[in-house]
Structure formats: C-alpha cells, structure tokens
C-alpha cells in the first residue's frame, strides 16, 4: 500500500492542470494503518486520520504510516 501511494503522489504531482485562472498543481497527503484483527474500526480510524494530517503537515506528497500495535489500555 505504501509503494502504491508514493506511485499516486508522483503520479498526482507530475500532471499540473489548467483552468481559466491558471495552472494548477496538486499533492496529496496519505495516512495508512495496518488492519490486523487488534484494533477496534474506531482506533483505527482514528490512527490514519492522525497519520495523514502529520503527511499534511509536512507540505503535501507524503505518506505516513501509523503503528498499527496497540496503545497502553486498548
């Protein structure tokens, strides 16, 4: 998946579009989270929604992988 999502972040950056006010380039920001059978639909979503604020907060075509191993009381 991470292989994957760093193919669409160069895809994405590479292809710059046009609009009448110009031309525009895009990035993305990708969180992902290994579904292992140990975590609740909830932990989990709320790990890769972590993940991809932190990819945003580094300035776009990044990618960050959340730990998937369970935190002290889950």
Known sequence: AQ???GRLCSLVAAHPFATGKGVFSLSLSV???????RLTVDDLLSRVDTAMYQAKGHGGN?????????????
């Open 62 to 74: 990044d990618i960050v992988v959340a730990s998937s191993r369970p935190t002290e009381g889950t």
């Open 31 to 37: 969180g992902l989270v290994e579904i292992n059978g």
């Open 3 to 5: 292989a994957a999502a």
